[in-house]
Structures are given as structure tokens and as C-alpha cells.
């Protein structure tokens, strides 16, 4: 058994008016099995917080969008040795959570119990892990639901926005391909496609079990090697893939009709960042100002000052091998070429005006101040930590998050934003009325027209 102790401690401090924060100190163990185990005492609150966390995604779905969040929610179905009502019902008598979720590159299991409970429901929660069921009843009726909420998501572009954009900028690659699925997609998986996911990419040493709260760290260290012992992989490991990277080679628009719409959603950006690029933290802070809290310029400009829309915002979207930056926001139809001349306009502040001392100073605090209460409880630990797993995010990117914000300087963020916020051939995904935004859209980049009543997020084959 391989033993890595991190040390840091949770430091609270005065500084630049807000708290100094560095990561709980937390064990790390790989088991003879492969399997990755992050263990972190808390002992403010009698509960445990257990995240697994497997490395597997959308991006591995291959000819069938929505397998991977399927196989991940199907973790719920029951165990082999016991019904999806036999631990629904262990959960729900003690008060206990159990959640599971999927994104483009990490599924999870999560639950949060009592300390006195964790005799009970660790074994439970290894079991829907190692050995579930996939019932083959029970996976029929999510499917089923899975099929309504796609059906129903195109009723809100704003649902959507991102899956098209996504599509766009990643076309045939990996990161394209969109988390839940299409109808056609979703209605073509069987039991044995689950099945055969799960077989390929759960396996300890593509997995890691994060635990924290109140619990003794060589106790947990014994239960978990106990419970997960047997657990076995089976074939070679999954190969590291290239996910893709966006093509944003010249302007190009995406103009998915909507008939009905009375409004229109875009999106407007290009490539981003890794979630371990080194400059993820200035960022943080430089996005603030344009597009992350409500006095941003984003916001102060479409919302605030102009009433186009009723929110504006922007973010870097990160991904493990790199990511995407976009502006979004909704209008009313007519309002739809002001709207996006003034959301490009205030964009371009970055480069025409830059960021004046002060308001960056107003970030930076903004920032630090909102950083310590991401992380204040044990699921939210445990959260951090299975992201850092999958995104190869080492702990001196959180410990010296408050010494990176407070070294960015105007000049500093002049340079980041040359390198990293996109200013050329800007990619756009406007969903709306056709027949009345064409000619704005055309005015953007070449554009492309999606039908939003068709299957799936890209252009259909002809």
C-alpha cells in the first residue's frame, strides 16, 4: 500500500479583508487494487461526506450520447444484493443523502450521513459501485425520464445554449458530444450498453473514494481496503484520449431556429483554459469584472443600464485538457442587434479601455471574499477533491489561490487578457426567430442554421 501524506492546515487570518484559506490537511492512498483513496478529518459536525469518482464521461460515449450519465444515475438502481428500494429506504430512514451525476469527464456517487450510520451505508454505497444491478425495470423507467427531459429542454434555449455551443466549437471531437444524450441516442441504449460501460470504466484504478468529515483516518483507511477489496479490473486500462480542441479558424455563427421564439439566447466566445492552467486563478478575477458577479460590466450594461435583458454573464468553462470561454445572455426579439452590439462592445473594453485599478481591486476582493465559503463543508470538500483527481488539479493551485489574486496587477491583467480571452474570430450560437435575425446573424461570421425541432445539437447530415 502506497502512503502519501499532505500536510496544510486550514488557516483563518486577516488579509486583505478576507480569510486566508490553504486545504485541510487529507491522506492520499492507492490500494494494491489501483484504487485512489483521499481521506480528510473534520470533526466540527458528527457527519461523513464519501464521493466516488470515476474517470469517465460524456467524452467516452463514442456513437451513444447520454450512456455515460445514464450508466452514472443507474448506479442508483440497486445493487446485486439489494433492491433500489432496500437502499432507498436505508438512506431515507436515517436521514442520509445519495445522489449521482455525470458530466463530459467524471461520474459520481455521492452521499452524506450521520457518523454513527456509516457502518451501515458505506457497504451499501460500494456495493451500486462494484456490483449494480442495472435492474432491468428500473433502468426502463429512467430511461423513460431521461427521454422526457430531453424532450422537453428545447422548450428553453437557454437549456440548451451551451450544448449547441459546445457542438460547435468541438465538432466531431470527444468534448462535443452532449452529456444527456439525444432522443435517438437515449432510445437506442439497451441494459447490455450500460452494462458494458460500466464494465470498461469502473474499475478501481480509473476511480478514486473521497472521504471526509468525522471519522478516525486509519479506521476509514481499513474500512474502505475491506469493503473495496475485491474490486478488481478486468482488461487493460482505459487509454488517456485526446478530447479535442476548439476550432475557431475563422467568425462563424450558428443560427438554431426556433419559430416560436419571442426572445433570443446567445452565446459568444472561443477557446478558454484547462482546469490546471496556471493562470485559472487571475482569471477568476478578470472574468469577475466582465461577466461573474451582478455589478459586472456585462451585467451592468444589458441588465442595469440598457433593461435588454433581465441578466448577462460570462465565464471559463474548464475541461481537463482545455476549455472554452463564452458571454451569454437573452433578449427580446427586437432587441436582438442591440443586445449583441452592446454585449460585443462592452467585451472589447478589455482590450480598448482595460481594467482600471480600482475595479480591479473591487474583484480581487470580491473573489477572495466569495472563495473561503465554497469550501466550509464536508461534501463540498469532498467535491473539491474528486475534481482535482480528475482535472490533475494539484493542492498548491488552492493553497495559493489568495497569493495569486492578490498579485494580479492592471498590468498583469492587460497581458492575461491578450493571451487568453478570445478577440478574434469569435464563435456565436444564436437561438431564436430565423426569419427575423438572419440578416443580423450574417453580419458575425458564416453562418450556419440548425432547425431546434431537430434531434441532437449540430447540423443534421444530408
Do not use: C
Not at 123 to 149: H, N, T
Not at 299 to 325: H, I, K, M, P, W
Not at 386 to 397: A, L
Amino acid at each position: 500500500m502506497k502512503m502519501i501524506v499532505s500536510a496544510g492546515l486550514l488557516a483563518v487570518a486577516a488579509h486583505a479583508g478576507a480569510a486566508e484559506f490553504r486545504l485541510p490537511a487529507f491522506e492520499t492512498t492507492k490500494l494494491p487494487n489501483g484504487l485512489t483513496v483521499y481521506l480528510m478529518e473534520r470533526h466540527e459536525a458528527p457527519i461523513i461526506a464519501v464521493r466516488t469518482v470515476v474517470k469517465a464521461g460524456s467524452v467516452n460515449d463514442g456513437s451513444q450520447p447520454g450512456l455515460a450519465t445514464l450508466t452514472a444515475d443507474a448506479t442508483l438502481l440497486g445493487s446485486t444484493q439489494h433492491s433500489k428500494a432496500d437502499i432507498d429506504k436505508a438512506f431515507d430512514f436515517r436521514g442520509a443523502m445519495l445522489a449521482a451525476s455525470g458530466s463530459a469527464e467524471q461520474l459520481t456517487l455521492d452521499a452524506d450521513f450521520a457518523r454513527e450510520d456509516a457502518a451501515e451505508l458505506m457497504p451499501l454505497l460500494a456495493e451500486m459501485v462494484v456490483s449494480p444491478s442495472f435492474d432491468a425495470a428500473e433502468l426502463a423507467k429512467l430511461q423513460k425520464r431521461r427521454l422526457i427531459g430531453l424532450s422537453q429542454a428545447k422548450e428553453a434555449p437557454r437549456n440548451v445554449v451551451k450544448a449547441y455551443y459546445n457542438s460547435m466549437l468541438f465538432g466531431s471531437s470527444p468534448y462535443a458530444i452532449p452529456e444527456r444524450g439525444t432522443i435517438a441516442s437515449m432510445t437506442a441504449l439497451r441494459q447490455q450498453d450500460v452494462q458494458g460501460f460500466h464494465q470498461r470504466y469502473y474499475r478501481p484504478d480509473n476511480a478514486a473514494i473521497v472521504v471526509v468529515g468525522d471519522f478516525k483516518t486509519a479506521d476509514m483507511k481499513a474500512r474502505i481496503a475491506s469493503l473495496y477489496a475485491n474490486w478488481r479490473a478486468t482488461g487493460p486500462a482505459p487509454k488517456t484520449q485526446d478530447n479535442g480542441k476548439v476550432n475557431a479558424d475563422k467568425a462563424r455563427v450558428w443560427l438554431v431556429n426556433k419559430p416560436d421564439a419571442i426572445e433570443t439566447t446567445f452565446m459568444i466566445g472561443g477557446p478558454g483554459i484547462a482546469r490546471n492552467d496556471p493562470d485559472y486563478v487571475p482569471l477568476q478575477v478578470l472574468n469577475t469584472v466582465m461577466g461573474g458577479r451582478f455589478t459586472s460590466w456585462l451585467n451592468d450594461e444589458l441588465r442595469v443600464n440598457s433593461g435588454l435583458t433581465y441578466g448577462a454573464r460570462s465565464e471559463f468553462a474548464t475541461l481537463s485538457q482545455t476549455g472554452v470561454f463564452g458571454i451569454s445572455s437573452f433578449t427580446a426579439l427586437p432587441n436582438t442587434k442591440p443586445a449583441l452590439e452592446l454585449a460585443l462592445k462592452t467585451y472589447n473594453r478589455l482590450w480598448d479601455k482595460g481594467i482600471h485599478a480600482a475595479t480591479l481591486e473591487s474583484a480581487k476582493a470580491y473573489v477572495k471574499g466569495q472563495y473561503p465559503p465554497r469550501f466550509e463543508t464536508s461534501s463540498q470538500l469532498a467535491s473539491l477533491l474528486g475534481d482535482m483527481f480528475v482535472s490533475n488539479v494539484g493542492r498548491e493551485q488552492i493553497d495559493n489561490f489568495m497569493r495569486d489574486v492578490d498579485a494580479l496587477t492592471p498590468a498583469r491583467a492587460k497581458a492575461l487578457a491578450e493571451r487568453h480571452f478570445p478577440r478574434k474570430n469569435l464563435q456565436m450560437v444564436l437561438i431564436g426567430k430565423a426569419d427575423a435575425i438572419r440578416p443580423i446573424a450574417a453580419a458575425y461570421g458564416e453562418v450556419t442554421e440548425l432547425d431546434i425541432n431537430a434531434d441532437g445539437f449540430g447540423p443534421v447530415a444530408k
